[in-house]
């Protein structure tokens, strides 16, 4: 069952309430005795991973993994 607490407690404890609704809990935010809102924890939901989805959008130049020439090394080496 989920935990009731009233508005203005909810207001001077959101932060303890979210942590407590991030681990798993449901809290019931009530006003004048009546529950008007839910809080919860946010379930993200992850697209299931599809190989080649990316297919032909995607362009890897030839020499993608060719050594960077001396003089842009020589750039990142620098202390100027």
Do not use: C
């Amino acid at each position: 069952m989920a935990k009731h607490i009233n508005i203005y407690d909810a207001k001077t404890r959101l932060s303890e309430l979210v942590d407590r609704a991030e681990s798993g809990e449901e809290i019931v935010i009530a006003k004048a005795g009546r529950p008007v809102a839910r809080l919860v924890p946010l379930r993200t939901v992850r697209e299931e991973r599809t190989p080649g989805r990316w297919r032909g959008r995607v362009r890897i130049a030839p020499d993608f993994d060719a050594p960077l020439p001396e003089a842009i090394i020589r750039d990142f080496e620098s202390d100027d």
